[in-house]
């Protein structure tokens, strides 16, 4: 064991760091956890994206539990999010199937689709209040009843997309994106709702990268290892930390990570 810990120290740092982010944020794990792997540590990005989505489908679970106590689960958009998302992640895990072994070129393509992801999750942090203050002050634009019922839908399903294939996607794009459909509801039941829809999908994704061999059960215990206790110490450091600063600077982190992996 104490052999295993130390040949895995810095997977437990890593999750350490990522836990820590994630606790201050509440953002952050994939679009921080799967650069990471591939960039600094140069795990492939398939093997970097399946043990990630295992990581979140474990860690968000734990999340998902907590905000049920507190009733911060709308559970009618959680179906339809699941609805959308989960059926575009078994034909994204069939694709990666058909596909076959993993080639340069497809690793690439991930390296590519991670970027963009990451990309994303760092305009959807800095832009997220704007974008909620024009929505609120908007609300003629809003889709409502079946329309907002098939927006629903087709968001889980591009997430689902994202998510298999990159492992990144469910944090803080889908919360910007449920912002942007229900403005209306609290910052808490955004964040229950986020987490708990991400639970069934990271779940699905990772079992489908698990028998498509990509799932590395030693690196996701380190990970696991170090992140648990990370997140509790960053939540505590969150009531003390400006969340303005905390959220820019992870912004800032993911444009430059963004950045290189697309332009690897």
């Known amino acids: 064991m104490i052999d295993f810990l130390i040949q895995s120290s810095h997977f437990i740092i890593s999750g350490a760091l990522v836990g820590l982010l994630v606790?201050?944020?509440?953002?952050?794990?994939?679009?921080?956890?799967?650069?990471?792997?591939?960039?600094?540590?140069?795990?492939?990005?398939?093997?970097?994206?399946?043990?990630?989505?295992?990581?979140?489908?474990?860690?968000?679970?734990?999340?998902?539990?907590?905000?049920?106590?507190?009733?911060?689960?709308?559970?009618d958009i959680v179906r339809l999010l699941c609805l959308g998302s989960i059926s575009t992640a078994v034909?994204?895990?069939?694709?990666?199937?058909?596909?076959?072994?993993?080639?340069?070129d497809w690793n690439h393509l991930i390296s590519i689709s991670i970027g963009v992801s990451v990309l994303l999750t760092a305009v959807s942090l800095l832009f997220r209040a704007k974008i909620?203050?024009?929505?609120?002050?908007?609300?003629?634009?809003?889709?409502?009843?079946?329309?907002?019922?098939?927006?629903?839908?087709?968001?889980?399903?591009?997430?689902?997309?994202?998510?298999?294939?990159?492992?990144?996607?469910a944090g803080a794009i889908g919360a910007t994106l449920i912002l942007l459909l229900y403005p209306h509801l609290k910052a808490s039941e955004v964040a229950g709702t986020d987490i708990a829809y991400a639970v069934p999908l990271t779940a699905l994704a990772g079992l489908g990268h698990w028998w498509l061999g990509?799932?590395?059960?030693?690196?996701?215990?380190?990970?696991?290892?170090?992140?648990?206790?990370?997140?509790?110490?960053?939540?505590?450091?969150s009531s003390i930390l400006s969340e303005r600063a905390t959220r820019t600077t992870l912004a800032g982190t993911l444009f430059l990570v963004g950045i290189k992996l697309v332009s690897s």
């Open 23 to 75: 606790g201050m944020t509440g953002v952050g794990g994939g679009s921080l956890m799967t650069p990471l792997l591939t960039l600094i540590f140069g795990i492939a990005p398939t093997a970097a994206v399946g043990t990630d989505l295992a990581f979140a489908a474990i860690t968000k679970g734990f999340g998902t539990a907590a905000h049920r106590l507190h009733g911060n689960v709308r559970w």
């Open 214 to 237: 990509n799932v590395h059960f030693d690196l996701l215990f380190g990970l696991l290892l170090g992140s648990v206790p990370a997140i509790w110490l960053g939540a505590k450091l």
């Open 91 to 104: 034909l994204s895990i069939l694709v990666l199937k058909y596909v076959g072994p993993v080639s340069k």
């Open 132 to 169: 909620l203050k024009w929505v609120q002050a908007n609300p003629r634009y809003l889709p409502t009843g079946l329309a907002l019922n098939i927006a629903t839908i087709s968001v889980g399903a591009v997430i689902g997309v994202l998510v298999t294939v990159s492992s990144i996607g």
